[in-house]
């Protein structure tokens, strides 16, 4: 009976909390834990029949409850996650941007935020250059006290000790280009979140796959992959 939620473990009958465990018969619930019978509540711990984190009876809070909920469904918010005009962060700056890419222009038209100032002032690194060296085996300890520029955007970054064991224990040269960009190489390998319909390459039974129908994987619907398989 949860509904609409992110990042949680353990909870009963909530619905619209972010990161909030162990808590029961809850709504719009953000860092919460053990509570029972809270709305709109953020960083509590034990507590119940809390309204934006004030103490009511249980009297109280039933009937503020309903009559807020009552409100929610006028303007049409309830039954919503809380919307992305009240987020703190940038559209550009969350994992929203990796999955469902927007430009500035569409994100200002949502009446959301864009922080473009994130790229640009990561991007006017003005201390010394460090230059890599082409084999892992010259590359000394040290190395991970610089601060190396991206090849590919100029935004500063680091190699970790962890990191630097790793690529001498693989003989694997430095990065030269900085994580969130390696990052988004590994994303790109991913298929988009998107279904095409196109035919099972050996039935030919219509399906719907990540797979668009000009790439070269062969794809087989369900029952024909399962055959193949085992
Ligand atoms: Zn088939």
Redesign the pocket.
């Known amino acids: 009976m949860t509904y609409g939620t992110i990042s949680t473990i353990n909870q009963y009958n909530t619905q619209f909390t972010f990161v909030s465990f162990y808590s029961k018969n809850s709504q719009y619930l953000d860092h919460c834990q053990y509570c029972e019978d809270c709305f709109a509540c953020s960083g509590l711990k034990k507590k119940r029949f809390c309204i934006f984190n004030q103490q009511y009876s249980e009297e109280e809070y039933m009937r503020l409850k309903a009559k807020i909920v009552e409100h929610m469904k006028k303007t049409g918010e309830w039954g919503q996650f809380l919307p992305p005009e009240l987020s703190p962060f940038g559209y550009n700056e969350t994992v929203a941007q990796e999955y469902f890419p927007l430009t500035g222009g569409e994100v200002a038209r949502r009446g959301w935020k864009w922080h473009a100032d994130t790229e640009s002032q990561t991007s006017n690194y003005q201390g010394p250059r460090v230059s890599l060296s082409v084999d892992i085996k010259d590359v000394p300890d040290d190395m991970t006290e610089k601060i190396l520029v991206c090849e590919r955007t100029g935004k500063p970054y680091k190699i970790i000790p962890h990191e630097l064991a790793l690529y001498r224990q693989h003989r694997l040269p430095l990065p030269r280009v900085c994580f969130d960009e390696r990052h988004l190489e590994r994303i790109r390998r991913r298929n988009p979140r998107k279904l095409w319909t196109r035919s ?1 390459m ?4 219509s ?1 719907e796959t990540t797979y668009s129908p000009d790439r070269p994987e062969t794809v ?2 369900e ?2 992959y399962l055959k193949e398989v085992y």
Do not use: L
């Open positions: 099972c050996k039935c030919g039974k399906i087989y619907c029952s024909c």
